[in-house]
């Protein structure tokens, strides 16, 4: 059975950092891209980043380029994203997912997702 649990959203002020984690199980974690998307209401699921199986490369919405970095632990089959300088715009619901690295191109090379973990950034 496949799982993706997120954990680590919360309510912060604007500046704050918050680190979102994801636990994979059920499938093979290393031979998969790992990425964070986000929603909001009304709105489309937006890619927010991606990193390849292995590790070897890493991609970014242009809007947290600079303040969000993806990272995994094969061993522990983890991808964390660390979000810094958050900003109001980025107030959403996060999900863990996992395929392709062709989904920071959408949501159509995404195998498997979490169940989202919401994020509030306050003014």
């Known amino acids: 059975q496949v799982q993706l649990v997120e954990s680590g959203g919360g309510l912060v002020q604007a500046g704050a950092s918050l680190r979102l984690s994801c636990a994979a199980s059920?499938?093979?974690?290393?031979?998969?891209?790992m990425g964070w998307f986000r929603q909001t209401p009304g709105k489309e699921r937006e890619f927010v980043a991606v990193?390849?199986?292995?590790?070897?490369?890493?991609y970014y919405v242009d809007s947290v380029k600079g303040r969000f970095t993806i990272s995994r632990d094969d061993a522990k089959n983890t991808v964390a994203l660390q979000m810094n300088s958050l900003k109001v715009e980025d107030t959403a619901v996060y999900y863990c997912?996992?395929?392709?690295?062709?989904?920071?191109?959408?949501?159509?090379?995404?195998?498997?997702w979490g169940q989202g973990t919401q994020v509030t950034v306050s003014s």
């Open positions: 059920g499938f093979p974690f290393k031979d998969n891209a």
């Open positions: 997912a996992a395929g392709a690295s062709a989904m920071r191109a959408g949501v159509q090379s995404v195998n498997y």
């Open positions: 990193i390849t199986w292995g590790g070897r490369g890493t």
